[in-house]
């Protein structure tokens, strides 16, 4: 089943990822992936809190995400998965793996376990070095490129996705870059795409969760929890907080 929207079923959006592999199956693979870092104006701002920002954006939202997706089922990863504001695909890349291990575990490894779909646009403000190339190297690396799928869409306009089309939609440190506007948008998105019972995990700085929850609960959404995350991801002295919830299993 297709998990994109009408308009684009019969002509999806470029995949990157397969583009890339079809060009050259060699390109420059690094034996390890490099996410970069967060955004390089923010680490210059942090002035004498720099080494916490560093310490979040190259060790501490490693395990941060780590540990929410091993807290997640199986199940969650056996349906599509998307990641909205991927970037260099620390999170999509995540999700890949848990895929492809999924895979392997059932036995012959040609079970059906749908790929994990990232979103961006690729802005190096937002990420250094922020591009489709970085973010199939780092597929490559890791050798999950057959279980990514690599789209240039914004998440500040409607997804070239169906309804319900995703068991799981993550994002990480992306949506605090949009206007308020564009912000409201992409929860309202996330939260379309979401299948019923499925997860919606965000995480990012603290101050825009309010309206994320109130996004969410409007749409109907119950069970919605605002947590912080803690010191692994404090970028200076700006903290970050976790959103997860579980779509409703009938929609209003």
């Known amino acids: 089943m ?4 009408e308009a684009h079923r019969h002509c999806p959006p470029e995949d990157h990822i397969q583009t890339l592999a079809r060009a050259d199956p060699q390109l420059d693979i690094p034996s390890r992936p490099d996410f970069g870092l967060d955004s390089l104006f923010g680490l210059l ?7 916490l920002y560093l310490y979040a954006s190259l060790r501490g939202k490693f395990q941060v995400w780590d540990e ?4 997640l089922p199986d199940g969650a990863f056996a349906g599509p998965a998307l990641d909205v504001g991927c970037g260099r695909g620390m ?6 793996q848990r895929k492809k291990k999924l895979l392997l575990a059932s036995g012959d490894g040609t079970g059906d376990v749908p790929p994990a779909y990232g979103i961006d646009i690729f802005s190096t403000a937002d990420q ?3 591009a489709p190339l970085a973010t199939y190297r780092n597929a490559a690396a890791l050798s999950v490129v057959p279980h990514t799928v690599l789209h240039t869409a914004s998440f500040t306009a409607r997804f070239p996705f169906a309804d319900a089309a995703f068991a799981l939609v993550t ?8 206007p308020r506007k564009g912000r409201l948008a992409a929860v309202k998105e996330m939260a379309r795409v979401c299948a019923p019972g499925g997860s919606v995990v965000i995480v990012d700085l603290y101050g825009y969760f309010k309206d994320h ?10 069970g919605v929890e605002v947590a912080r995350v803690g010191f692994r991801m404090l970028y200076g002295v700006l903290p970050c907080q976790m959103l997860t919830a579980k779509a409703p299993t009938r929609r209003a």
């Open 2 to 5: 297709s998990v994109y929207d």
């Open 213 to 222: 929850r109130a996004t969410l609960e409007g749409l109907g959404w119950e």
């Open 171 to 178: 994002s990480n440190l992306a949506l605090h870059n949009a």
């Open 45 to 51: 701002a942090s002035f004498v809190a720099a080494p």
């Open 68 to 71: 929410i997706l091993d807290g």
């Open 128 to 130: 250094t070095g922020n």
């Open 91 to 96: 999170v999509l890349l995540k999700m890949a």
